[in-house]
């Protein structure tokens, strides 16, 4: 067949995707053990929603959306991020005061693709909105920590800044730009044409950025109240244990930030993409997009990079493949037996001869292999290293023995 998945879209398929359910079913774990319920948003939106919330400055918005008419004729866009369809959906639902969702699934950027960087790809995120306390900056900078840590992700460097607010960051943002004009004939034609648009992105750019190490750093500008926020949410995050490095040059790709800015960064891939997530507080972004004033702070994880930094894990599917010496209609129902225990099983439907069935079990790489010899009859259990013979009402107790 000459059809392929479009530029820059994996198909995850077995054996790789048993990584992905493992990794998507801790998130699921985390996010509720913290408290977060889970939140199912449209894959498209308004695409004003996105302008007016992501920042019309954002490279997301100026260069990476999926924008198309729809047979209406009106503008839509496939998220290219959550937060601001998370907020719009908390501001529709009426609802007042605290409020928490988690979220998992596809998003959309038209990026020049390598590895880690897709332009579809997978995010989990929370946010947590409807509080300015830094403390819910804490329970969420820690629950992607402990999250990022269950998957056993090596060597992730948690980094963190506070950019300011609308108090202090415009007198930042002149100090910077200031410095960045009289620093023009060093900077690339890119960084240049940032300076008046988005001066903060240059601080971010892959060939500038490690440059300007003299340049203003945000921290120096704080007012009052951030720069108190920021302690607390350092204190905080010590009084949890949870290892942080503050970073003066982290500002974020959105535009909508304020106060708090964090990455999770796998210091094991290459720097065009080891962010393997990254969040931050938005206090003016339900406003920007027309609603009333509502405080939010949270975190998107990138899961395709997460699992490259993993490596190519290949786990079984499956707990057991049953070979059936009687056919495939006996194997269906003790299968079906099994299956009810709670334990993941497969089997040959098509009456294949017991040697070919061994060859797929093998094949599945599947830790444990039943064969079925007939009714009455124990069943032979093999296991690496291990065989054994069993009546099947004992299956069940063997194997959560195991
Ligand atoms: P972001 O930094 O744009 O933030 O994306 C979060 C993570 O998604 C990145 O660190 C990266 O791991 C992954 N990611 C982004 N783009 C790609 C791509 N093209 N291919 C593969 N992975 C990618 C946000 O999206 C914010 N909404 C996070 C947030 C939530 N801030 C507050 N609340």
Known sequence: MSFQPPKGTDDIIAPQSQAWRKTLRLWDDWSERYGYPLVNLPIFEATELFERGVGETSEVVTKQMYTFADQGGRSVTLRPEGTASVVRAYLNSGHQGVWKGAYSGPFFRYERPQAGRRRQFW???????????????????????????????????????????QVCRPRY???????????????????????????LRVLDSKVDGPELIEAPRTLDYLCEECAQHFTSVKEGLESLGVPYKE????????????????EYVATGLDAAQNAVGGGGRYDGLAEAIG???????????GIDRIMLALGELQLPHLDVYLVSETGPLDAL?????????????DFDVDGRSVKAQFRTARRLEVPVILVWKGEGQPLDVQTEGERATLPLREVSTWFNSR
């Not at 090596?154 to 963190?160: G, K, N, Q, R, T």
């Not at 609603?291 to 994880?301: D, E, N, S």
């Not at 037996?337 to 334990?343: F, P, T």
Request: charged share 25%.
């Open 173 to 199: 943002v002149a100090a910077l730009k200031e410095y960045l004009r009289e620093h023009e004939s060093r900077l690339s034609a890119e960084s240049m044409s940032l300076i008046e648009r988005n001066p």
């Open 247 to 262: 970073d003066s040059s982290l500002v974020r790709g959105l535009d909508y930030y304020t106060r708090t800015a964090f």
């Open 333 to 345: 129902r003790v299968a079906s037996n099994l299956r009810d225990e709670g334990i993941s099983v």
């Open 123 to 165: 995010q989990v995120g929370v946010e947590y909105l409807a509080t300015p306390s830094p403390l819910a900056d804490v329970e969420v900078i820690e629950l992607g920590y402990r999250f990022i840590t269950a998957t056993e992700l090596p060597d992730v460097a948690l980094l963190i800044n506070s950019i300011g607010d």
């Open 291 to 301: 609603g009333r004033p509502t405080p939010g702070v949270g975190f998107a994880l």
